[in-house]
């Protein structure tokens, strides 16, 4: 769990586990497979990477929790720590690891020190830490092996209405019958041409003939057009493939070494491109509200191919698949990672499902894991990327992230998430505060304009702010944002009572909850988080012993505050 308060996330958590509670009463749980019931590990658990031609800044660590706490990087788990990797990078023949600054649990070496490709990384850390109210020291170690050679080819492969586009939603119609390639048309015509031609002019026969054969035939002709590729070069631009075609994928190749031994897929798109309409966003006719058409981020990891050969006794990497459903309009630059083997093992056995997608991991299937004295893995692997821009046709439409962004947040709560949370003002600001969820917004604005003496602000949010000034609680709410961002400024006025509301008061407020999202999005770093982290260990179940031991030391240090109590 993430120390963000994402309410969404929580009700989609306690969905999970009232299906799982369902189904564990009509089906045979893990207890009647597994050979064994191994004690729960108690340890240390690490996420290292080690990349050809990059520093190291991917080693991260964290004790493992129980069910009910939550996982925080905003403070070290440890009392003290010594993180190093031997191996040959590109200046050195050793790292001393050092914690990053803002993520304490995640370690980095020299940036100026990169590691090569087919070489082995040892890692070995130790910690001192504190376990359930004992100390004890986890030594760990592990070797990453970076394959020897892995890259993509500049060229790729795509259905070839990629390049035209064009596809209509009647793929029965002669018009577009007429623009599939020839070696598709012939055997669409050998195959069913009478029958089509017949029903061209009966409109009467010809829906009773599609209902009964359309599928049929339009699995076959996504099947000849699966197989009718062309070749596209890094860098072009190319059509979204809507309607039938939808699910239809792009292929890229690459040259590789033996020891590679999967390619994780990982995507970057433009932060203001579209996404278009696929097949899965509306099975039963009914259209989702555009605001699920919004991704947060623009970072996202696709799959992960194993090197196996498939049905048709096709090794995988050298054929890898891209569905065109997951790509965005403008830039989409693929990521292709070639992993070491033990990689692979480890997502299999203990991320996901075999292949690549979700579902989780059958829980008779005994962990793979290549750390000593702990539990996660550390790995090596050879980056490579490829770019693609696509466009979208007349017939395909598309959605702006920039515009679902905000439906999406107005539709759950501008404070459920980080993201949200922090587009809110922007949001706000660039339509000169109109919406009528951005009147708390317009009054936080306002007192920032006088704060800062920005007079273009103050001309933007004085007409809302001064509208909503008949509504308490949107006043209210206005300045404890605008207070507790400031660290509650002793003078201004409005901070006298948001001061009282968030640092004086016992039990939960809303100045409270505000204070804790604002903490939890910026880590408890600024000063006026050092009390709401008393309140929000005391006012709350303590759900992190990490983060709350901060606060039994803000409290020791301040024994009469009544956010102790």
Known sequence: MNTTSDRRRSRSGILAAAAA???GSCIQGPWDYYPHNPPPFRGVYLNGYVLAG????????????????????????????????????????SL????????????????????EKDQEYRLSARFHWDSAGSKVVSVL???????????IHRTAAAPSFAKTGGVPSNIFSIPFFLSLPPNVQAPLIKEYGDSLGKYQTDTTGVGKYLAANGQRIQKRLLGLLENDHFVYHEGDTLFYLNGALNTLSHYYSSDRSADVGAVLITQRFDSNSSRPETRFDSPLGIKPDS???????????????????????????????VVNTWFHTLRNRLYFYGFEKAYYDYL?????????????????????????????????????????????????KAYPLQATHGLFCAKDGWADSKDCREYYPRYCRERNYKPEDCAQAAVTACLIADLTGDTAL??????????ARGNANTVQSGENQFCLEQGFPADKPACAGANRRCLETQGKDDCKRALWDYCLDHDWRPAQCA??????????????????SHADAYCAAHPGSVLCK
């Open 21 to 23: 509670l369902a189904l």
């Open 54 to 93: 990059k520093p190291v800044d991917n080693v991260c660590f964290e004790r493992v929790l129980d069910l009910s706490e939550e996982a925080t990087q905003a403070f070290a788990f440890y009392d003290s720590a010594d993180v190093r990797i031997a191996g040959h990078f590109s200046n050195a023949d």
């Open 96 to 115: 001393v690891l050092t914690p990053v600054v803002d993520t304490p649990n995640c370690f980095r070496g020299d940036t100026a020190a990169l590691a």
């Open 141 to 151: 170690t592990a070797t990453a092996r970076v394959p020897t050679m892995f890259s």
């Open 291 to 321: 605001s699920q058409y919004y991704f947060p981020g623009t970072l996202r990891r696709l799959l992960i191919y194993p090197d196996a050969k498939n049905n048709n006794s096709w090794n995988l990497l050298d054929s890898i698949g």
């Open 348 to 396: 299999s056995t203990v991320v996901q499902t075999q292949g690549g997608g979700g579902g989780g991991v059958d829980p008779r299937i005994k962990p793979k894991y290549n750390v000593i004295g702990g539990n996660g893995a550390f790995v090596g692997g050879i980056p490579d990327s490829f770019d693609i821009y696509i466009q979208t046709d007349s017939l395909t």
């Open 458 to 467: 103050h001309a933007l949010c004085a007409p809302v702010a001064d509208s």
């Open 531 to 548: 009390p709401g982290l008393a309140s929000y260990c005391h006012d709350r179940p303590r759900l992190s012993e990490t983060l709350c």
